[in-house]
């Protein structure tokens, strides 16, 4: 009888993380993983060759990374779990917008196919976690939508469609977007682009609110016609 494959949380982390990864359109390495994920070379080149002999993952070309069928759907469940958690968090049980990603990567791992739909159904069947990425359904996910705001043109009028799933770990950025609402959403005017100043001014009525350049690479907008 062959061996049955047990998914452990840490495998799921790197399903959810090369996935996040993919859908923002960057190749996946074992470089950027260690990034992402905060763990040594050695560590992440460990876990990849189990999941590997898993038949989770293929190594292509230059390295890069891919799903097999069963890794890219075991992916999705993982990340459409997460993102139900979150809603949940957020707005049943009320935790703060910038503490829910935390909670919900506690969450994730315990919540079974059962507990996942009730989830859907009490929630009101969320298209989108509290930060605007979308949640998978039926094995496949919305393509995302947007551009980085850092490529919008001075005196464009956008709304925020999301936040980059890599920025969403972050306590105190989360807080200061929050603070000045920028939220998925909200509409702005691009009022000023300092390319040499490496910062881009936002407006909203009377308050402008200020970014550097590499803060507003990670939101995601989209441009509003008048």
Not at 4 to 10: E, F, L
Not at 175 to 197: C, D, M, R, S
Not at 200 to 219: E, F, K, Q
Request: aromatic share 4%; charged share 25%.
């Amino acid at each position: 009888m062959a061996e049955k494959t047990v998914i452990t949380p840490r495998v799921e982390e790197y399903l959810e993380s090369m996935l996040n990864m993919e859908l923002e359109g960057k190749k996946v390495l074992a470089a950027r993983l260690a990034e992402r994920l905060g763990l040594t070379p050695p560590t992440i080149a460990a876990t990849l060759r189990r999941m590997k002999r898993d038949g989770l993952i293929v190594i292509g070309p230059q390295k890069a990374i891919g799903f097999t069928d069963k890794g890219r759907k075991l992916a999705l469940t993982v990340v459409r779990r997460h993102r139900l958690a979150e809603r949940l968090l957020a707005d049943v049980l009320k935790v703060p917008w910038h503490e829910v990603h935390d909670e919900a990567c506690l969450m994730e791992h315990g919540i079974s196919a059962t507990v996942e739909e009730k989830l859907y159904d009490t929630l009101g069947h969320p298209a989108a976690c509290p930060h605007g990425n979308p949640i998978p359904q039926d094995d496949s996910i919305q393509p995302l939508t947007g551009v980085p705001l850092d490529t919008v043109p001075e005196g464009t009028k956008i709304v925020v469609q999301r936040l980059s799933e890599e920025s969403v770990r972050h306590h105190d950025f989360l807080q200061f977007l929050e603070t000045n609402g920028i939220v998925p959403g909200a509409f702005f005017v691009v009022k000023e682009v300092a390319i040499h100043a490496g910062t881009l001014t936002l407006a909203r009525g009377d308050r402008l609110v200020s970014l550097g350049t590499a803060t507003a690479g990670v939101i995601w907008v989209s441009p509003v016609r008048e």
